[in-house]
């Protein structure tokens, strides 16, 4: 098992223990890429969403939310163009009855030559020392090119390919590549098929008047279907956006990555509705804006790049993900999308119904272009918790598990600890708890020797904790721990609330984002 395999296990297994995230219907042996959030998880959870939707809606005076519903109109669908085109890929392994997208397995084979590209620079690197210079033996070495340019012909291809449709030749390409099923080796393949990701269901009891519909797959669409109703109701002027926050259901083909790829999971996204022309503007701009929102919460710049996307989804025409260096590597976290006119041009299109804005600076009537942001709730959840979670060697030579979650999206941000369970300690860690509890999720925990509950309190990733001991009824101090650093402080039990206010508050956080703008 490879050492990024040995991470995500262990961020798997600290979920359950820690109560964040379980796979769903467990006791029936789950279900496959559908997973419940636990006591924990549903805090973190509604953190996240609440950090986003303060800074996407609360710090624009132009951009509003909206809550429209999971069922729409089937003829949604079809206008969005999802019935025709939301399909993936599909190869089955004949021996091992694997199911593959087959796009995913020609990236991954990419992914394993640009590593071998690096591995052979890291050497490099190590033989030359100070002398090196990485851009030269990057553009020289012919093994190191012989991979990166495989690496590049083969994602080309790819992406031509899927632009045509062309199943053929995608097949062609998995054989030519030799790539081989991760589970059995053989290279034995069933044709490519496409697949579509939306789940069916009906509504209606009587078997004559149900109606079809589908689970959205995504929630743009109730964005875009309502957009005239908040423009009007809301009086906007272009440029303005709407945001929205909820569940997406995707039939996905491989589901092996934890929250990573779920078959029901929340979508946070951002519809903004700007004048034809000006979409590349606003694509730079959100680009800009969304990478520094990621930054504020400091899991380190590395984690973060930019993927500019060469196949284009049916409705764009410039797209790009944020990536995440998750424990299997960098993935798309996030999407930010040149939509076009195409969405509501088509809904104009099939519902007969005028979508153009009126727009008094021109005293022009168009339909607007529009540029999306979109973030997968959950994977966000999984990109903070997996960087999170670390094990340092302390200088006395213990190791200590520690979620070094942001303090400001913790589930609970403050445990209160009374040294010992006498002597009217518990009293006083209670009358701090009720004080604190206006403000704070916090709980108390008074089982274990203050060490260890100390160390538990890391796991779970309660920033700090407050310790109530003897000196507390003399003089109204306590001890405060800083779960990062370990460090600790005497403070008086006043003082505690302003302490903690200022490291979780959301407005302080924001503010490192609006400081980038
Ligand atoms: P991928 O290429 O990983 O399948 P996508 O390009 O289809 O993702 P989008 O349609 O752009 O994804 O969706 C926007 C965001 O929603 C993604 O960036 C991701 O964070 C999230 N997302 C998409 N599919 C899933 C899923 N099955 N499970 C969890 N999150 C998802």
Redesign the pocket.
Known sequence: MTNQDNQFKKVISHAKEYGYVVQSSEIYDGLG?VYDYLQNGVELKKNIREYWWKSMVQMHDNIVGIDSAIFMHPTTWKASGHIDAFN?PLIDNKDSKKRYRADVLVEEYAEKLLIKAQKEITKAAKRFGESFDEEQYKTTNPRVLNYLSKREEALQKIGKYLEANDLVAVKALIEELEIACPVSGSKNWTDVKQFNLMFGTKIGASADSNMDLYLR??TAQGIFVNYLNVQKSGRMKIPFGIAQTGK?F?N?IV?RQF?????E???M?MQFFVRPGEQMKWYETWKERRLAWHLSLGLGEENYRFHKHDKL?HYADA?A??EFNFPFGF?????I?SRTDFDLSSHEKHSGKKLQYFDPETNKSYIPYVVET???????FLAIFSKSLQEEILENGTTRTVLRLPAVLAPIKVAVLPLVKKDGLPKIAHEIITDLRLDFNVVYDEKDAVGRRYRRQDAAGTPFCVTVDHQTLEDNTVTIRYRDSMEQKRLQINDLKTVVKDEVSISNWLQKTREKK
């Open positions: 890429a993936d797959p995504e997406a995707r996905e589901a929250i990573f790829r779920m078959r999971f929340e979508q996204e989804a797209a993900d944020i993935k798309e976290l996030e999407g999308h979109s973030i997968g709730l959950d994977r966000m």
